[in-house]
């Protein structure tokens, strides 16, 4: 009799069958998830869903519209602190506009007084006949002259820029008027030499130098002070020891400003020149000359200036035994 092997029912066999179904099985439960009735589209109410959507979009407007009321408000105050700094601005300028029509009208009023005046002076000059003769009183004693010139910006031409022709013109002119000059000097009233390779010492004064000098002298290039004690004071003090016994020397200012006050420039020059106490003469005698160019009136001379020039100049040639001769113009 054949014997027969015990049938186990739990075997290893079944075993793996049994957990090979139940595998299968929630495999299929995973993958059928959220396909069916009850998945996530059974989850979700549909309608609520839209009315979310609709809230939403209401929400986006209405933010959107209060950014732009913001944005516009803040434009609004932007444009309001502009227009109230353009006002601002207007309201300085009208003022500004105002005070300058005032003082326009002020300076036009001066300027019409000053043309008046200009206009009443050259009538006064021209009724007077003026005639190229050696000017009366002229010191033709003197043998060493020293000129000592403004070169000041009023005493140029303002297209060359050099000294006016009419300022050397009268120099030699008055060389030639003085027949006992033998040397001459040329200083500026800052008290500078005009011939600087010259400096120092006295120059000849024979026909063919004095055009030299006086071409050099007339395109000197440096401006002085309107203020001719420097320049007689640098005079005296490094010729005046370089003058002989027999000699007599003179010193002839020649401008058309002055800035200082008249007391100021006569006691030191007082002292540059004192009178001999046994004689009572000054050593040097000094003389002045005048361009009075008040008598043009667009030229850049100045009115209260000339004025002050020619009383210093005055009171200066009193003193010290010159001459003052006054220019009709320059």
């Known amino acids: 009799m054949i014997k027969r092997r015990p049938i186990e029912v739990f075997s290893l066999s079944f075993l793996d069958c049994l957990c090979c179904g139940f595998g299968a099985i929630l495999l299929l439960f995973i993958l059928t998830i959220g396909t069916g009735p009850h998945g996530l589209d059974g989850e979700l109410d549909l309608p609520n869903l839209e009315n979310m959507r609709t809230e939403l979009a209401s929400l986006e407007a209405d933010v959107a519209d209060k950014a732009a009321r913001l944005d516009a408000a803040i434009n609004r105050e932007q444009i309001s602190q502009e227009r109230a700094r353009i006002l601002s601005e207007i309201q300085e300028q009208e003022s500004t506009l105002a005070d300058l029509r005032q003082e326009y009208e002020s300076i036009q009023a001066n300027l019409s007084t000053a043309q008046q005046s200009a206009a009443a002076a050259n009538r006064i000059l021209q009724s007077f006949k003026h005639e190229d003769l050696p000017p009366i009183g002229l010191p033709t004693d003197a043998t060493h002259i020293?000129?000592?010139?403004?070169?000041?910006?009023?005493?140029?031409?303002?297209?060359?820029?050099?000294?006016?022709?009419?300022?050397?013109?009268?120099?030699?002119?008055?060389?030639?008027?003085?027949?006992?000059?033998?040397?001459?000097?040329?200083?500026?009233?800052?008290?500078?030499?005009?011939?600087?390779?010259?400096?120092?010492?006295?120059?000849?004064?024979?026909?063919?130098?004095?055009?030299?000098?006086?071409?050099?002298?007339?395109?000197?290039?440096?401006?002085?002070?309107?203020?001719?004690?420097?320049?007689?004071?640098?005079?005296?003090?490094?010729?005046?020891?370089?003058?002989?016994?027999?000699?007599?020397?003179?010193?002839?200012?020649?401008?058309?400003?002055?800035?200082?006050?008249?007391?100021?420039?006569?006691?030191?020059?007082?002292?540059?020149?004192?009178?001999d106490p046994s004689t009572g003469k000054r050593p040097i005698s000094i003389n002045a000359v005048g361009f009075p160019t008040m008598m043009h009136f667009y030229r850049s001379g100045s009115t209260h200036g000339n004025i002050r020039y020619a009383n210093a100049m005055r009171e200066t040639v009193e003193e010290h035994g010159g001459v003052l001769i006054l220019k009709p113009g320059i």
């Open 146 to 275: 020293v000129f000592v010139i403004d070169t000041s910006g009023s005493m140029r031409n303002r297209l060359t820029r050099h000294l006016h022709t009419s300022i050397t013109d009268l120099i030699g002119d008055l060389l030639d008027n003085l027949p006992e000059v033998t040397s001459m000097q040329f200083v500026d009233a800052s008290g500078d030499y005009m011939l600087p390779d010259r400096s120092g010492y006295w120059l000849p004064d024979t026909p063919g130098l004095r055009q030299q000098l006086l071409q050099e002298v007339l395109r000197y290039p440096g401006h002085s002070v309107s203020h001719p004690l420097p320049g007689m004071r640098r005079a005296i003090r490094d010729l005046k020891p370089q003058v002989g016994p027999d000699d007599r020397m003179s010193i002839y200012v020649i401008g058309d400003d002055f800035r200082s006050s008249v007391s100021s420039f006569l006691i030191p020059l007082d002292r540059l020149n004192p009178r």
